[in-house]
């Protein structure tokens, strides 16, 4: 009978080795931790990679004992019974030699755990901040901060396009940096938990709502390097992946410089004191809708029932009271828990300040004045809304 | 066949007829049957969930469930696992087991007993109809933590109040171990001849005592927090998010040992019985237990290495969570010695017992590369980690819960179990848990972060073997269910004794043994 224990066993260590071969053949199958492209991350892939085997040596040795056991002292080889049933000496053996093993573990990650410890002197410091779902990168030395969003498109999700080749790894802008300096990347969150992680970096840090966490990296090689958020933060945790560009410093100079002066085109362009058409807005409502709403309330502003309210007159949103209530002193709400389109003025503090205790964050930072008076525009305008309200970005911002 | 009669004839010693036998029982074998086959339900009422888990993740893309409900299954499905199976199954086989093992007829405190079992199936009924709240049943993980917990709609209250309530069972069970185990041994059985067993159960219900309130106050403070406008968790109010993940975890690691020690019980009683050969180093096995049962109070932290501790508390959480594996080596280390010049046979439970120490082994590697913070920093957080705990908890916990089934089967139902249909059972298990679990190590290191959807590509195919073997793992359960209830309803009769290797009291009572286990105590020499 244990013959053909072994047998079988051979047969799935065989099929097993197989798999595994046909695994490593596949450039598409990854098996290993990142190398990375700091020396954080390398010494972190040979601390890695140390344990590993170390475990690996332990295992054969043990299991080896296990199965020789298991094939010659057996009841059916006509094996004996000892009764021997305690030894202090190996007790003191198989306690000592594990310590001194876990000792030679120890020291040298103690040494690369100080290492990344140590945030002094940093070259650029960058904040990270952790939204649902989206994070916003500022960088605390240059005037420069934006926000950086999944940008696969939802049919490729909904699978009605094929996936791109970095299907859920890519972003609208990404964190752009600089090679070779010591960048200090300080973490936090607006509203839940988060964490910010590239695997070519070594490391992963929790972003925490009123706490700020610091780290600090050396990328060594110029490149696009990918990650995603590591902390459950809600529906979208899975769509909200980290995308580093880092460029040679020359490069990164002419970034800092474009990034400026695309700003002040951006500004120029978003002229709060324009009037804008009713088409214009409409458009660029439309695209903040989908970019930044649809996650919750849906892109054709259905919402979801009991969790996220829909933004289209006459549609029905039960859901547990707390969250009813603001709803109904703004004005949203009609009786059998109806949606109406309560006053713009509303709306637009709803937009600006959110529902504190709920999922709808505040967007006074996030937005421009332009992107929120078109978001409203297009909301109080779209799916059968027929408000006929047109918003100016003026408005907004002596709204602020 | 005496027993039987016996029963007829003192109507008063016999079980009551019809459901108020089950529902005003205080015996420990009925209490016993219906934890174990509630847990047994509710193994696959989170296997189920388990299942959409892995079906929406065998291709890239959203097929089957939308992300908020995704979220709410990985929830649900680790707190009925974890409270609903894992942990009842083991309150059940002590309900069984460890009155005949001290040579005691019942449990110490059989009211209680009665009412910590009746507590649960109102405990798991909160938690699985709060699926059907208003906004969703709770989706921000087991471990609960704010402030994303407290965006759960109307299912919130029915979370907590569940968790309350299954506390509240597991103390109470907890208190009837030690009040049994500590008053009721057989004359002769000091605490250094007890099963080991009894033993590890004896240090699992401390762990009980002591962690579990610390968690029904964590969550009392969520609830504050929600309904009453406290602070706790809240920065802007002067509290700290953080301060919940450090209750949950001191509350977090013992449990997770509460899920474990237990199962070295099992099989430092099983490995002996089929190695023909007493257990090897007993008492270092006692002091081994008991140090696991310390450390786990004192390296919770590894939980939380990315949260931003300082430096120094770094080092202590990876020194301490280091040290453990030296006990669980020695453990590792006896159970192999104990079978080393044995004479052993290989039936089902032993079968499930050396896949134990193997795949428990294996997860103890990855466990000790986890404890190495640098390199956590890593592993926090992705696939690499699930497939560690699922190691601790299916190859480990349930694997070793099966080999306690059909180990003490023909002891409890009086027949044995059919042997061909079991080994079957063990080789579908075993096959499709590595394959189900082994591919998650590879994804998890490639980057797959934990608790997502959806995936990047180069993560596809890893995957996809992954819910293939969740398949084959699933169902393969059904034939387990099988097995029991042909052997409930009959089967070969088995003697007293059951195995030839068996030693202890409860094999020296007839099978099924007498429905007051000990009337008189034995002497234990």
Same mark, same amino acid.
């Given at each position: 009978?244990?013959?053909?224990?072994?047998?079988?066993?051979?047969?799935?260590?065989?099929?097993?080795?197989?798999?595994?071969?046909?695994?490593?053949?596949?450039?598409?199958?990854?098996?290993?931790?990142?190398?990375?492209?700091?020396?954080?991350?390398?010494?972190?892939?040979?601390?890695?990679?140390?344990?590993?085997?170390?475990?690996?040596?332990?295992?054969?040795?043990?299991?080896?004992?296990?199965?020789?056991?298991?094939?010659?002292?057996?009841?059916?080889?006509?094996?004996?019974?000892?009764?021997?049933?305690?030894?202090?000496?190996?007790?003191?053996?198989?306690?000592?030699?594990?310590?001194?093993?876990?000792?030679?573990?120890?020291?040298?990650?103690?040494?690369?755990?100080?290492?990344?410890?140590?945030?002094?002197?940093?070259?650029?410091?960058?904040?990270?901040?952790?939204?649902?779902?989206?994070?916003?990168?500022?960088?605390?030395?240059?005037?420069?901060?934006?926000?950086?969003?999944?940008?696969?498109?939802?049919?490729?999700?909904?699978?009605?396009?094929?996936?791109?080749?970095?299907?859920?790894?890519?972003?609208?802008?990404?964190?752009?940096?600089?090679?070779?300096?010591?960048?200090?990347?300080?973490?936090?969150?607006?509203?839940?938990?988060?964490?910010?992680?590239?695997?070519?970096?070594?490391?992963?840090?929790?972003?925490?709502?009123?706490?700020?966490?610091?780290?600090?990296?050396?990328?060594?090689?110029?490149?696009?390097?990918?990650?995603?958020?590591?902390?459950?933060?809600?529906?979208?945790?899975?769509?909200?992946?980290?995308?580093?560009?880092?460029?040679?410093?020359?490069?990164?100079?002419?970034?800092?410089?474009?990034?400026?002066?695309?700003?002040?085109?951006?500004?120029?362009?978003?002229?709060?004191?324009?009037?804008?058409?009713?088409?214009?807005?409409?458009?660029?409502?439309?695209?903040?809708?989908?970019?930044?709403?649809?996650?919750?309330?849906?892109?054709?502003?259905?919402?979801?029932?009991?969790?996220?309210?829909? &933004?289209?007159?006459?549609?029905?949103?039960?859901?547990?009271?707390?969250?009813?209530?603001?709803?109904?002193?703004?004005?949203?709400?009609?009786?059998?828990?109806?949606?109406?389109?309560?006053?713009?003025?509303?709306?637009?503090?709803?937009?600006?300040?959110?529902?504190?205790?709920?999922?709808?964050?505040?967007?006074?930072?996030?937005?421009?004045?332009?992107?929120?008076?078109?978001?409203?525009?297009?909301?109080?305008?779209?799916?059968?809304?027929?408000?006929?309200?047109?918003?100016?970005?003026?408005?907004?911002?002596?709204?602020? | 066949?005496?027993?039987?009669?016996?029963?007829?004839?003192?109507?008063?010693?016999?079980?009551?007829?019809?459901?108020?036998?089950?529902?005003?029982?205080?015996?420990?074998?009925?209490?016993?049957?219906?934890?174990?086959?509630?847990?047994?339900?509710?193994?696959?009422?989170?296997?189920?969930?388990?299942?959409?888990?892995?079906?929406?993740?065998?291709?890239?893309?959203?097929?089957?469930?939308?992300?908020?409900?995704?979220?709410?299954?990985?929830?649900?499905?680790?707190?009925?696992?974890?409270?609903?199976?894992?942990?009842?199954?083991?309150?059940?086989?002590?309900?069984?087991?460890?009155?005949?093992?001290?040579?005691?007829?019942?449990?110490?405190?059989?009211?209680?007993?009665?009412?910590?079992?009746?507590?649960?199936?109102?405990?798991?009924?909160?938690?699985?109809?709060?699926?059907?709240?208003?906004?969703?049943?709770?989706?921000?993980?087991?471990?609960?933590?704010?402030?994303?917990?407290?965006?759960?709609?109307?299912?919130?209250?029915?979370?907590?109040?569940?968790?309350?309530?299954?506390?509240?069972?597991?103390?109470?069970?907890?208190?009837?171990?030690?009040?049994?185990?500590?008053?009721?041994?057989?004359?002769?059985?000091?605490?250094?001849?007890?099963?080991?067993?009894?033993?590890?159960?004896?240090?699992?219900?401390? &762990?009980?005592?002591?962690?579990?309130?610390?968690?029904?106050?964590?969550?009392?403070?969520?609830?504050?927090?929600?309904?009453?406008?406290?602070?706790?968790?809240?920065?802007?109010?002067?509290?700290?998010?953080?301060?919940?993940?450090?209750?949950?975890?001191?509350?977090?690691?013992?449990?997770?040992?509460?899920?474990?020690?237990?199962?070295?019980?099992?099989?430092?009683?099983?490995?002996?019985?089929?190695?023909?050969?007493?257990?090897?180093?007993?008492?270092?096995?006692?002091?081994?237990?008991?140090?696991?049962?310390?450390?786990?109070?004192?390296?919770?932290?590894?939980?939380?290495?990315?949260?931003?501790?300082?430096?120094?508390?770094?080092?202590?959480?990876?020194?301490?969570?280091?040290?453990?594996?030296?006990?669980?080596?020695?453990?590792?280390?006896?159970?192999?010695?104990?079978?080393?010049?044995?004479?052993?046979?290989?039936?089902?439970?032993?079968?499930?017992?050396?896949?134990?120490?193997?795949?428990?082994?294996?997860?103890?590697?990855?466990? &000790?590369?986890?404890?190495?913070?640098?390199?956590?920093?890593?592993?926090?957080?992705?696939?690499?980690?699930?497939?560690?705990?699922?190691?601790?908890?299916?190859?480990?916990?349930?694997?070793?819960?099966?080999?306690?089934?059909?180990?003490?089967?023909?002891?409890?139902?009086?027949?044995?179990?059919?042997?061909?249909?079991?080994?079957?059972?063990?080789?579908?298990?075993?096959?499709?848990?590595?394959?189900?679990?082994?591919?998650?190590?590879?994804?998890?290191?490639?980057?797959?972060?934990?608790?997502?959807?959806?995936?990047?590509?180069?993560?596809?195919?890893?995957?996809?073997?992954?819910?293939?073997?969740?398949?084959?793992?699933?169902?393969?359960?059904?034939?387990?269910?099988?097995?029991?209830?042909?052997?409930?309803?009959?089967?070969?009769?088995?003697?007293?004794?059951?195995?030839?290797?068996?030693?202890?009291?409860?094999?020296?009572?007839?099978?099924?043994?007498?429905?007051?286990?000990?009337?008189?105590?034995?002497?234990?020499?």
């Amino acid at each position: 009978m244990l013959v053909n224990f072994f047998v079988r066993l051979r047969s799935v260590i065989t099929i097993s080795a197989l798999l595994l071969w046909s695994a490593c053949a596949s450039a598409a199958y990854e098996l290993n931790m990142p190398v990375g492209v700091t020396d954080t991350s390398r010494s972190v892939y040979d601390l890695h990679m140390l344990i590993f085997w170390i475990c690996v040596l332990i295992g054969l040795v043990v299991f080896g004992v296990m199965f020789y056991s298991m094939y010659h002292h057996r009841k059916s080889k006509g094996a004996v019974a000892a009764q021997f049933h305690e030894s202090t000496t190996v007790e003191i053996i198989w306690t000592v030699v594990p310590m001194l093993i876990l000792i030679g573990m120890a020291i040298p990650a103690t040494q690369v755990l100080i290492a990344m410890e140590d945030t002094s002197e940093p070259d650029i410091t960058v904040k990270v901040t952790g939204y649902q779902w989206k994070w916003g990168y500022e960088y605390l030395d240059e005037d420069i901060q934006f926000f950086s969003s999944l940008s696969t498109p939802r049919e490729q999700i909904a699978n009605a396009e094929t996936k791109g080749e970095h299907y859920l790894l890519e972003v609208d802008n990404p964190l752009v940096l600089p090679v070779g300096k010591k960048i200090r990347i300080l973490t936090t969150a607006a509203d839940v938990l988060h964490a910010w992680w590239v695997p070519a970096l070594g490391w992963k840090r929790d972003a925490i709502p009123g706490f700020i966490n610091d780290s600090w990296t050396v990328i060594k090689e110029p490149g696009t390097y990918r990650g995603q958020c590591a902390e459950l933060c809600g529906k979208d945790h899975g769509f909200m992946p980290v995308v580093i560009e880092a460029k040679s410093e020359e490069d990164y100079q002419q970034w800092l410089a474009d990034m400026k002066g695309e700003a002040a085109q951006v500004a120029a362009a978003e002229a709060v004191d324009r009037e804008w058409t009713q088409e214009e807005l409409m458009s660029k409502g439309q695209e903040v809708h989908d970019g930044v709403c649809a996650s919750c309330h849906q892109a054709g502003g259905t919402g979801v029932p009991g969790a996220f309210p829909p &933004l289209v007159a006459g549609q029905v949103f039960n859901a547990p009271e707390p969250m009813l209530q603001p709803l109904r002193e703004m004005g949203f709400l009609g009786p059998d828990n109806t949606i109406v389109m309560g006053p713009v003025e509303q709306h637009t503090q709803i937009v600006l300040k959110g529902i504190p205790g709920s999922a709808m964050q505040a967007y006074a930072e996030q937005l421009s004045d332009a992107e929120i008076a078109a978001v409203i525009t297009y909301q109080r305008n779209s799916w059968g809304n027929d408000t006929g309200d047109v918003v100016q970005p003026s408005t907004i911002k002596s709204a602020r | 066949m005496s027993t039987a009669t016996h029963v007829h004839e003192e109507h008063h010693h016999g079980p009551a007829p019809g459901l108020s036998r089950w529902l005003f029982t205080t015996n420990h074998k009925d209490i016993g049957t219906m934890y174990l086959l509630f847990s047994l339900l509710m193994f696959f009422v989170g296997g189920a969930m388990a299942l959409i888990i892995r079906a929406e993740l065998f291709q890239p893309g959203l097929q089957i469930v939308d992300p908020h409900f995704f979220n709410q299954m990985t929830t649900v499905h680790a707190l009925v696992m974890v409270f609903g199976a894992v942990m009842p199954a083991f309150v059940g086989l002590a309900n069984w087991q460890i009155p005949m093992m001290v040579g005691a007829p019942d449990m110490a405190l059989p009211r209680m007993n009665n009412w910590s079992f009746w507590i649960l199936p109102f405990a798991a009924s909160l938690l699985i109809i709060s699926l059907f709240a208003e906004g969703g049943g709770p989706a921000a993980g087991w471990t609960m933590y704010p402030p994303l917990v407290l965006q759960t709609g109307a299912a919130f209250p029915y979370l907590i109040f569940s968790v309350h309530l299954l506390g509240m069972s597991s103390i109470m069970g907890a208190i009837n171990v030690i009040a049994t185990i500590l008053n009721m041994r057989a004359p002769g059985m000091n605490l250094m001849k007890m099963p080991l067993f009894v033993w590890t159960w004896l240090i699992t219900a401390y &762990l009980l005592i002591a962690v579990m309130p610390v968690l029904a106050g964590g969550v009392t403070m969520l609830l504050t927090d929600k309904y009453f406008g406290t602070s706790f968790f809240n920065a802007a109010g002067g509290g700290d998010p953080v301060m919940f993940q450090h209750i949950f975890w001191f509350f977090g690691h013992p449990e997770v040992y509460i899920m474990i020690l237990p199962a070295f019980g099992v099989i430092s009683q099983i490995i002996p019985t089929f190695s023909r050969k007493p257990l090897f180093g007993y008492s270092s096995m006692v002091y081994a237990t008991g140090s696991i049962a310390f450390l786990s109070f004192i390296v919770w932290a590894h939980h939380m290495f990315t949260v931003g501790m300082p430096l120094a508390g770094e080092l202590f959480f990876m020194y301490s969570t280091m040290l453990i594996a030296v006990p669980t080596g020695v453990k590792v280390f006896n159970w192999i010695s104990t079978m080393w010049k044995g004479s052993m046979t290989f039936e089902t439970p032993m079968l499930f017992a050396i896949a134990f120490v193997i795949l428990f082994t294996i997860c103890g590697f990855s466990g &000790l590369m986890l404890a190495i913070a640098p390199a956590d920093f890593q592993y926090h957080d992705t696939y690499f980690v699930v497939a560690h705990f699922h190691y601790v908890l299916v190859p480990g916990a349930v694997f070793s819960l099966m080999a306690a089934a059909y180990y003490w089967l023909p002891k409890w139902t009086g027949h044995m179990y059919d042997e061909k249909l079991g080994k079957i059972h063990f080789w579908l298990s075993v096959i499709g848990v590595n394959v189900l679990f082994f591919p998650q190590h590879f994804v998890g290191l490639a980057g797959m972060p934990r608790r997502i959807p959806d995936y990047a590509l180069q993560f596809a195919e890893f995957n996809m073997i992954s819910s293939l073997g969740a398949f084959l793992f699933g169902f393969s359960q059904l034939l387990f269910v099988y097995i029991i209830f042909k052997a409930i309803r009959g089967g070969q009769q088995a003697t007293d004794q059951v195995w030839e290797g068996a030693e202890g009291l409860e094999w020296t009572l007839s099978s099924p043994p007498p429905y007051h286990s000990f009337e008189t105590a034995p002497e234990v020499k």
